[in-house]
């Protein structure tokens, strides 16, 4: 399985290297359509170590972007191109220009996107205090639940940076399933961690489709040499300390 991370889609040219192009997405969506499922599905299957060796694909989202509205959701999954995708919202930056609004956001929410926070203003999480950590991470799910009238249990990482006083913040507050972004399968090296590959602009149709055949293919000697020994997991549980 793989899990897929994007941003912002525009129709003219990208104005940072993690927005895309609605071409190039379309280009993409054309690779994996036909094993795209929901994230409803992936919640449900996602800790069986069995679907490590399937070849489907969940699509991920972050920053609240309005595109994730006018783009993914009214051109994509209202056509059927797609059963649904999680959508992961700073709290701080609802309603601003070029993001979605707090209507938008509850209409994906009600027909099958799945809403996640990051944080409420997409700060690096290792950097501050632990009262502002606890802040980022409780208030920003006690606001989504608010809006939403539902439990709030994803999180992903902004900036895909995290270390254990992190993610033990996190479960604390309530989050059962915490996204990054490191190339490889879903899984992480923690039950409760969830690897993505960010796409960005300097990675074509062809970089994604040789990722998708081999998602291990970028990885490098130390990886292959720790999973081989059984040390991948104490020795990211030293990186990430």
Known sequence: MIVLNYHELVDGNPSNPWCLTNAAFENHLALYEDRLLSPQEFLKCCADPKTDDTNAVLLTFDDGFLSDYTEVYAKFMV???????????????????????????????????TIGSHGIAHVDLTSVSDSDLHRELAV?????ENRLG???????????????????????????????????????FEPFLYSRLCLTNTMNADYLFRHMRNPDAGRGLAWRASTRLGLYRQIMRVRYR
Do not use: C, N
Request: hydrophobic residues 45%.
């Open 79 to 113: 056509a059927g191109r797609m059963p649904g995708f999680m959508s992961f919202i700073p709290t701080d930056f609802v309603g601003v220009p070029g993001r979605m609004t707090w209507d938008m956001i509850e209409e994906l929410d009600r027909t099958g996107v």
């Open 150 to 188: 539902r439990t709030v249990p994803l999180l992903a990482f902004p900036y895909g940076r995290f270390s254990r006083r992190v993610w033990g913040a996190a479960l604390s507050a309530g989050y059962t399933h915490l996204f990054t972004i490191q190339l490889g399968h879903h899984r992480g």
């Open 140 to 144: 920003s799910k006690i606001i989504l």
